[in-house]
């Protein structure tokens, strides 16, 4: 019996506790690693322990490591494939989404596929042996553990995020503020520099508005629904509607993963740093502080904008009374002049 | 405006608008023209029409060079009417008779009563009666304003370095809601009162060949006629 036990090929008629058992005697050792040509050295500890708590609990690890035969492996196991069970109708009753779909179609698909070895595919974000559903708090894709997760590649971006306004918030389990996927998409990940992006310049200020144009979301924390809609009857807003590359957008101004309010000293739109923002190299260049001088997001039609609305209100009632007195004026004219003509009249 | 032009097979003709003007008017005419169209698409963007003249317009880069180069014809009209009303002969006399006065006003009051139907003389116009007046003084104002206007905006960056923020904030508004007033000035005073309303002293032609029927002229302006008939009986 015991023979059978130790020889080669793993039946797959054993029950799991027996197929695991065979793996973790060399992958439940804690210092079991591997010194890779680089001189970097990679874990190769499973903590079964950890597995057992994760949402593949009932699994082996040949169910995901199926290219994996016999002992000692013979070539080094390829990295695992998620959609070896995760496609829509797949009998082994795991949870069925056209996620992959959509990654498939991101940035980290296509660098995946051209063979770059730090690009993330499913287990780069959701984990290995401690996949845990993402609603819970103990998940590397739980709302306030995103920005962490995708922080551990986009190092630069996490940092600024991390003292943001945003950041803070939803580390304070803030339900409404965003993290990295509620702006980017969380598998159709796509480079800002691709037209389809939700953050391509010519998308920004709508998916900024998804939340800051809703006076359900950020009605609660006393920000202004107006700030979007300014921001579209403005010539920046008008002009990116009529495809305009070059003209500021949201992030152009609000930054990106920094952003922070205007009250914060280092907030990008702080009355003192307006100059260097607007005076940004390819905008207006030379601005001083004669720009920070005066709302600026301003809606003409409403009194906060002072003597802007009045203004534009003033326009309003003079273009329409003359409007409607020329119109007369016409009208009793044509009338006059018709009336002498039908007298067969002189004038 | 004394020279004539007799015609034997037709009503006699006088020459209202010499060709300087003429010339002056047509290219102001194209400049408001392809200003509106690259203007109001600004102003109201909402409106799905501004986007069709957009895209023909060949997109916003495109929009913004038109609407820059019209804005110097206008310019270049105005100094070049400017030349014209003072420093040349013809140009100068005409102008001198555009100059507002308080018969003017009198001659409004007695129209504006005329036209409620009250039984009062028509008023008797010279050259340039109260309506040509007040059109010529509101147009030159608007059109400087638009240009100055249109100018601080086009160096917009630095606009708003010489002043607060708040200033080039007006001057847009101004700018747009300016252009509105105008264009419905335009439209329903100058193009009704000068091109289309009845008994006009214009003809359909006359902004391209300057003549008017000198029956009209009698009838109109018969200040103006008066000075015209004496001239003619002067050797």
Known sequence: ?347 | MAAEKGNASGPEMVLWMPLALRLQHGVLVLSVLFLCLSGFVLHFHQSAVAAFFIRLEGGFAARGIIHRIAGIGMAVVVMWHFVYVVFTEEGHRQLMKLVPATKDLRDFAAQVRMNFGQDVAAPELDRFGFREKFQYWAVAFLTIMMIATGILLWFGSETMALFPKFVIDIIRIFHGSEATFAFVAIFLWHIYNVHASPGRVTLPGTALTGVVPLEAVRKLHPVEFERLRKEREQP
């Open chain 1, 1 to 347: 019996m015991l023979a059978g036990l130790t020889c080669l090929l793993v039946p797959a008629q054993l029950p799991a506790q027996l197929q695991m058992q065979k793996c973790m005697i060399c992958h439940g050792k804690r210092d079991f690693r591997k010194i890779l040509d680089s001189g970097e050295v990679r874990s190769l500890y499973v903590d079964l322990n950890m597995l057992q708590k994760s949402v593949h609990a009932k699994r082996i690890c040949v169910d995901c490591h199926s290219d994996v035969v016999e002992i000692p492996h013979a070539e080094p196991p390829r990295r695992v494939s998620c959609t070896r069970c995760h496609y829509k109708g797949n009998p082994e009753g795991a949870p069925q989404t056209d996620a992959y779909l959509d990654y498939a179609q991101s940035v980290h698909a296509v660098e995946v596929a051209k063979g770059n070895p730090r690009a993330p595919v499913c287990q780069s974000c959701h984990g290995t042996h401690d996949i845990q559903h993402p609603k819970k708090p103990g998940s590397r894709v739980f709302r306030a553990a995103v920005a962490a997760t995708c922080g551990s590649c986009h190092l630069e971006e996490f940092a600024q995020y991390r003292s943001s306004v945003h950041g803070t918030a939803v580390v304070h389990g803030n339900p409404d503020a965003p993290t990295c996927t509620s702006c980017h998409g969380e598998h159709r990940v796509l480079a800002p520099a691709d037209p389809s992006s939700t953050v391509a310049p010519a998308h920004v200020s709508a998916t900024c508005s998804t939340c800051h144009a809703a006076v359900g979301i950020v009605g609660k924390y006393g920000i202004d629904v107006e700030q979007v809609a300014t921001y579209q009857e403005s010539f920046h807003g008008v002009a990116t509607k009529f495809g305009s590359r070059t003209v500021a957008n949201c992030s152009s101004c609000h930054m990106t993963h920094d952003i922070r309010p205007p009250e914060d000293p280092l907030s990008s739109v702080n009355v003192r740093n307006i100059p260097s923002t607007c005076g940004h190299k390819g905008c207006h260049e030379g601005a001083n502080a004669n720009y920070a001088k005066g709302k600026i997001h301003v809606d003409p039609e409403r009194p906060e904008a002072g003597i802007i609305y009045y203004v534009a209100t003033f326009f309003k009632y003079l273009t329409l009374i003359v409007m409607i007195g020329l119109a007369l004026h016409i009208a009793l004219d044509f009338n006059r002049k018709l009336q002498a003509l039908r007298k067969g009249g002189h004038e």
